[in-house]
T-cell receptor, first 112, second 115 residues
């Protein structure tokens, strides 16, 4: 079945450090891939997405590239801020718009 | 901005009481999801609807949970009777099948505590 695996957290960084959160997936067909972010006490917000292989999603300085050959969709940001502290979820949506499958989430803590 | 609206935002109730959570999906969206989030289990899909018809409710405990869409602007999730293990954040999300990328949008959640 479809599944998403994310790196364990928490990821602890200093402000302006480089961020990578790993995400790999298993899927049939040609899924779309997503990163959602959840700030404390809030719901999930779509951060970025990619719908086909080699697509790069980007938003707010975050980027992720859909790599079919490595079945990965790693999230990166060149310089994190304290305000980026949140939980990040990688998700997969299969063709036909069935339910999204989420990873377990990775907590990011950024200190000044 | 269009958004998914959920009520109540917070609910504390006693074990055995009925709890109803409501969701207004984004206007025009034809697919509605109910997710539950806990520390132990993470995000779990409880049920989802397409054009108001239930497509999958396999994630939902059938003996006490029920989900319905009385009309296109309202989805409900009911727990009767509630138990302490139901304490969680319940998220509603909506999307438009056939749109680019199958994006779904989440509400802010209903934070349920059963004591």
């Amino acid at each position: 079945g479809n599944s998403v695996t994310q790196m364990e957290g928490p990821v602890t960084l200093s402000e302006e450090a480089f961020l990578t959160i790993n995400c790999t997936y298993t899927a049939t067909g040609y899924p779309s891939l997503f990163w959602y972010v959840q700030y404390p006490g809030e719901g999930l917000q779509l951060l970025l997405k990619a719908t086909k292989a080699d697509d790069k999603g980007s938003n707010k300085g975050f980027e992720a590239t859909y790599r079919k050959e490595t079945t990965s969709f790693h999230l990166e940001k060149g310089s994190v801020q304290v305000s980026d502290s949140a939980v990040y979820f990688c998700a997969l949506g299969n063709t036909g718009f069935q339910k999204l499958v989420f990873g377990t989430g990775t907590r990011l803590l950024v200190s000044p | 901005d269009a958004r998914v609206t959920q009520t109540p935002r917070d609910k504390v109730t006693e074990m055995g009481q009925e709890v109803t959570m409501r969701c207004q999906p984004i206007l025009g969206h034809n697919t509605v999801f109910w997710y539950r989030q806990t520390m132990m289990q993470g995000l779990e899909l409880l049920a989802y609807f397409r054009n108001r018809a239930p497509l999958d409710d396999s994630g939902m405990p059938k003996d006490r949970f029920s989900a319905e869409m009385p009309d296109a602007t309202l989805a409900t999730l009911k727990i009767q009777p509630s138990e302490p293990r139901d304490s969680a954040v319940y998220f509603c999300a909506s999307g438009l099948a056939g749109s680019s990328g199958n994006t779904i949008y989440f509400g802010e959640g209903s934070w349920l505590t059963v004591v």
